[in-house]
């Protein structure tokens, strides 16, 4: 199985950027479809942006497309999250999720289509 590990959260003023990143380890991460999800205190888990296993595909959320890009470099085994002109209700802790997908061009936008979760990043923008 593989091992995620979430980094880069942290406070930024509103209108800022940030880029997350999701190491994998334990097993490659070209083998798998990729996600980032977010949860906001007294929210539901929301589906932030998803990758395909190429890196041909990406798919965003509508209050994140055009501000936030997904990216992954598959020889070191990372998933990144660029967030730019940030707002406060980006606020929340950042999941990726890895999920094991035979195909190398489909994306996945539903959490229980995932199999591996990081633990999480907080990110925090102030207004």
């Not at 977010?38 to 932030?48: D, I, L, N, Y």
């Not at 190429?54 to 470099?73: L, P, W």
């Not at 094991?100 to 633990?119: F, H, K």
Request: with cysteine; glycine share 12%; aromatic share 12%.
């Amino acid at each position: 199985q593989v091992q995620l590990v979430e980094s880069g959260g942290g406070l930024v003023q509103a209108g800022g950027s940030l880029r997350l990143s999701c190491a994998a380890s334990g097993r490659t991460l070209s083998s798998y479809a990729m996600g980032w999800f977010r949860q906001a205190p007294g929210k539901e888990r929301e589906f932030v942006a998803a990758i395909s296993r190429s890196g041909v595909n990406s798919y965003y959320a509508d209050s994140v497309k055009g501000r936030f890009t997904i990216s992954r470099d598959n020889a070191k085994n990372t998933v990144y999250l660029q967030m730019n002109s940030l707002k406060p209700e980006d606020t929340a802790v950042y999941y990726c999720a890895g999920k094991l997908d035979p195909s190398t061009v489909t994306v996945a936008i539903r959490g229980y289509e995932y199999d591996y979760w990081g633990q999480g990043t907080q990110v925090t923008v102030s207004s």
